[in-house]
């Protein structure tokens, strides 16, 4: 393949392909990793990509499969985080809006990195790839039922973690107490 095709389908699909990983890990050097290896793997199996079209897609799941490979090796999730990144720079949101879509967002991380990697890389693929139960059930390899049960399983999981308790504070560290 042209190598210009290459280049403009890496520049295409890098972000949406890290952010894969890193919401998979929670590691920006794994993500950054499993980001390389993914490109570096698609483009040596390119030619057995029947639609060119579903390159986003397909990189992106074997990001997220060497990601969840990282993460059985490192057997840790660190989530290293500033605030500061994540901050809106938005001048119409105003502080208080920016600090609460943050701290959302780090709940929303944490509940995440609690998660089984099977189950983070499924509600990745769904809900930040925009991925339906057949591309996804397709891509992986995997029944729809199965995706669809791991799916219902993770939303639930993650339900319960992130609403308050009678302290009102979210639920994030009493996931191995409930299930």
């Not at 030619?47 to 990001?63: H, P, Q, Y």
């Not at 809106?88 to 967002?105: G, L, V």
């Not at 890389?121 to 891509?139: D, G, H, P, Q, T």
């Not at 339900?159 to 308790?165: A, D, I, N, T, V």
Request: aromatic share 10%.
């Amino acid at each position: 393949m042209d190598r210009s095709i290459l280049e403009n389908l890496y520049h295409q699909y890098f972000n949406k392909t890290y952010r894969t990983a890193y919401l998979v890990t929670g590691d920006h050097q794994m993500a950054e990793d499993a980001t390389q290896e993914a490109f570096l793997k698609a483009f040596a199996n390119i030619e057995t990509l029947r639609d060119l079209e579903k390159f986003g897609s397909w990189v992106s799941v074997i990001a997220s499969n060497y990601a969840i490979d990282l993460l059985r090796k490192k057997k840790k999730l660190i989530f290293t985080d500033n605030i500061s990144q994540h901050a809106d720079s938005n001048p119409s949101i105003s502080p208080r809006e920016s600090w609460e879509k943050t701290e959302t967002s780090q709940e929303v991380r944490e509940a995440l990195s609690l998660l089984e990697p099977e189950e983070r890389e499924i509600l990745v693929l769904k809900y930040f790839n925009e991925l339906s139960i057949r591309e996804i059930s397709a891509i992986i390899d995997m029944p729809a039922g199965t995706i669809k049960s791991r799916l219902f399983r993770a939303r639930k999981k993650v339900k319960f973690l992130l609403q308050p308790g009678k302290d009102n504070k979210r639920q994030l560290n009493k996931v191995s107490t409930k299930f």
